[in-house]
């Protein structure tokens, strides 16, 4: 699989909020400025034929909006399928709502049989040729909180969403052949990760950080870990 970091920064940093693209078409997250950043990094938009929103926090699916008028613009014909947790259908008709409220009969022309959303309590679903399995994360107050796993050939990549350390980034971990690990906290708190449990998860396998502050970023290239890559807007993994 080929895994590119779309963005790799919590939203106190210059980077672009975190989100991944696995095969130039499932997305990971769709946040604020996701989709400029992906006409930056020369992909081709319209290739997305899956987009898995982890959480409702706006640094995640904010942008779905404008991937969706684009398509719309363009009169894009392949069918992109929405993978997130419950209300995410209102959330997005209520930012039509805000943002675009000129615009009449949002489901007619948005949602025209192209593009469609689907909510879950729990996913693990053959989608073309991968198998999406969620594992629920805990991300303070936020519920549900989604983390995914990506399975093709044999081989999987994990991503951990927004989630303070628990069992289910354990289970990530432990079972993923590379993860991608939100690191937005000098310290762990009940919504985040810090440095300190990168480290120790760094015993148990393969590590990309991302969703990272200035300061986790400083933090844990001070840190030098093995086993841990500090993810870059645009860096290419192949796995
Ligand atoms: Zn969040």
Do not use: W
């Amino acid at each position: 699989m080929k895994l590119q970091l779309i963005g790799t920064g919590s939203i106190t940093a210059p980077q672009t909020s975190a989100s991944a693209l696995i095969d130039d078409s499932i997305l990971v997250d769709c946040g604020t400025g996701v989709v400029k950043e992906l006409m930056k990094q020369k992909v081709n938009i319209f290739d997305i034929d899956t987009i898995f929103i982890t959480h409702l926090h706006a640094d995640h699916f904010f942008d779905l909006t404008y991937l969706i008028l684009l398509r719309s613009f363009n009169k894009v014909k392949n069918k992109l399928k929405i993978y997130g947790p419950e209300n995410l259908k209102k959330s997005v008709d209520a930012l039509f709502e805000i943002g675009y409220a000129d615009l009449k009969n949002i489901e007619k022309i948005f949602f025209d049989g192209k593009t469609s959303i689907v909510e879950f309590d729990s996913l693990n679903e053959k989608v073309n040729d991968y198998c999406l399995e969620t594992v629920l994360v805990k991300h303070g107050k936020t519920e549900p909180s989604f983390g995914l796993i990506v399975q093709k050939d044999g081989k999987k990549i994990g991503f951990s969403g927004d989630s303070c350390y628990c069992e289910a980034i354990d289970y990530l971990v432990e079972n993923c052949n590379l993860s991608v690990l939100e690191c937005s906290m000098p310290y762990n708190n009940a919504d985040h990760m810090g440095p300190e449990i990168i480290k120790q998860l760094s015993a148990k396998g393969e590590i990309i950080v991302t969703h990272m502050s200035l300061s986790t970023r400083e933090q844990l290239e001070k840190m030098n870990l093995e086993n841990v890559i500090i993810g870059k807007d645009g860096d290419i993994f192949h796995i």
